[in-house]
Structures are given as structure tokens and as C-alpha cells.
């Protein structure tokens, strides 16, 4: 069975950090282009961070460029997001998802074909 699961939110103060987990169940992560989403309520889905298949090119959204990190262990079938230096608008629910047809990273959610289910990131004093 395939299943992507999401870890490691939480609530955290103004420029804290959090590391975020996405592990894979079924289907071997290195395999994809893993992409990192987040959606604040009212707002559409929005791309923070990929990963290309090959692990090589990793691309940064405008708004965390500089703060966020993707990473990969493929010996844990694991992908990560190092989030330093936390906004309040960073706050929202982070999705990671798997891309099985492209090599590199889209930014566009149809593209991707496995997702979790989630996980609350909330930045607040």
C-alpha cells in the first residue's frame, strides 16, 4: 500500500525552527521528485520546496529561499524541511508529495501523484 506521512509540525515562536518528516510506505522515495506544499486557510496550495528525482536540484520558493532546506535520506525512504528562522505567515498546514513522471520539480500540485496527509506548522508568540 502507498502512503505518504507527514511529521514534526507543531506550534513555534517567531524565528524558532522545526524540521519536518515525510516518510514513504510501498514505493521507494528515490524513485521521485518529492515536493513540499503548504495551505493557509483561504489561501491556495503553494509550493515551498522540491527536490529533484535524482536528489541533485532543489528549488526554493520566493518566501523561503534562504530559510528552508530539503533534504533526503533515501536509506530511511525519508524526505526532510529544515525550517529555520519561522514567520507568522509561515503558518499553515504542510503537505509533501511524490512525482513519479517528471525528473525535475514542477510547482504545480496536479503534477504530483502521492500525498499526505499533512501536518500543522503554527508561528506564533
Known amino acids: 500500500q502507498v502512503q505518504v506521512v507527514e511529521s514534526g509540525g507543531g506550534l513555534v515562536q517567531p524565528g524558532g525552527s522545526l524540521r519536518l518528516s515525510c516518510a514513504a510506505s510501498?514505493?521507494?522515495?528515490?524513485?521521485?521528485?518529492i515536493g513540499w506544499f503548504r495551505q493557509a486557510p483561504g489561501k491556495d496550495r503553494e509550493a515551498v520546496s522540491c527536490?529533484?528525482?535524482?536528489?541533485?536540484?532543489?528549488v526554493y520558493g520566493d518566501s523561503v529561499n534562504g530559510r528552508f532546506t530539503i533534504s533526503r535520506d533515501n536509506a530511511k525512504n525519508t524526505v526532510y524541511l529544515q525550517m529555520n528562522s519561522l514567520k507568522p505567515e509561515d503558518t499553515a498546514v504542510y503537505y509533501c508529495?511524490?512525482?513519479?513522471?517528471?525528473?525535475?520539480?514542477?510547482?504545480?500540485?496536479?503534477?504530483?501523484?502521492?500525498w499526505g496527509q499533512g501536518t500543522q506548522v503554527t508561528v506564533s508568540s
Open positions: 508529495a511524490a512525482d513519479k513522471r517528471n525528473w525535475g520539480c514542477t510547482s504545480s500540485p496536479l503534477e504530483y501523484d502521492y
Open positions: 510501498g514505493f521507494s522515495l528515490d524513485l521521485y521528485a
Open positions: 527536490n529533484s528525482r535524482s536528489g541533485g536540484n532543489r
